[in-house]
């Protein structure tokens, strides 16, 4: 069933997919969102988004959206790790919806990092999940270890996000990562570690 969003919510996406939009690669791919997933209007102001779900390798996905802000990320002076699993990992979701929702999770993270920060990204299988993870974390901490460190945070309290915008923009996002076959955890905050993860089944 596709999901019937509130006035609030339409001004919301409408305005942030004003800067994913800016960052897809060309002319083709903006009109193949237009089309196939533009905004239905109806009458009593809400929006109808249709979703096409296709088979789409996520390691690559996640490589490509990474690129996309690493000349953004050296602006600010941090560091970014990529660790991947080595077997090709397949889900079954819109591939649209799950190239803005990361673009702009990882997005968010850039903007909320200290400067010498560094953001670790894994990709990995578990128990037939495809489980993207992000965490940035403060300079020096990797002292501890980056995995035990890591590992803390894969079960994590949620706590406020940064504005109230940002709040009701990120859950928008958890709902639509429901309605798209996942699960979307998350935790922003200026000054403290910030994180993200999301969980699909593998297809």
Known sequence: MPRLFNRLEINMITDDLKIFLSS?????????????????????????????????????????????????????????????????????????????????LFSIMLETNEKKSTISVYVTDSDGKCIIEAISQPEGSFIKGTEDYFKKYRITNVYQAITAQEDALLSVYKLLMEEMGGELFYAFAKGKTNYFRLKFDIA
């Open 24 to 104: 897809v690669k060309g002319p083709i791919d903006k009109l193949d969102y237009f089309t196939v997933k533009a905004p239905v209007i109806e009458r009593y102001g809400a929006i109808e988004l249709e979703y096409r779900f296709e088979p789409i390798e996520i390691i690559s996905e996640v490589e490509n959206a990474v690129i996309r802000q690493v000349e953004k990320a050296e602006e600010k002076g941090t560091g970014i790790q990529l660790h991947m699993s080595a077997a090709s990992l397949i889900v079954n979701t819109d591939r649209l919806f799950f190239q803005q929702i990361f673009f702009r």
